[in-house]
């Protein structure tokens, strides 16, 4: 899959506005999380009905976190990124009234960087 919208983030946040004088006041600050990683098979990939049927049930989980390792070995913290539209998007190859399990989607996935879950405290109990 795709990594479609990789370029379209700026790891900066700017404020710019103006003081009583005239004056430009710029901040700027470091993003931690919130990058968009939107996955789509565009053509290149196609996955059944059954995958499609699997990841809709993990997005069913609210405010669960995954570990997404993409195939350059770069690994994300992320959430499903609801905001951006549906979650798991699918679109048939082709048309089916009713389709099998092995029936062939296209696929975008919405994700969002989130930090790292909390690592559990270990059980000192005896």
Do not use: C
């Amino acid at each position: 899959m795709e990594w479609v919208d990789e370029w379209d983030w700026n790891a900066i946040e700017q404020e710019q506005e103006r003081s009583l004088t005239g004056a430009l006041i710029i901040q700027e600050g470091l993003k931690l999380y919130g990058r968009p990683i939107t996955l789509s098979s565009n053509g290149g990939a196609w996955f059944t009905l059954a995958k499609v049927r699997e990841l809709e049930a993990a997005a069913a989980t609210p405010a669960a976190v995954h570990l997404l390792t993409l195939p350059t070995g770069a690994q994300h913290y992320v959430t499903w990124n609801r905001a951006a539209g549906p979650a798991v998007q699918a679109r048939p190859i082709h048309r089916a009234v009713n389709p099998g399990p092995d029936w062939l989607y296209e696929l975008t996935l919405r994700l969002i960087t989130v930090a790292p879950p909390p690592i559990p405290e270990p059980n000192l109990e005896p």
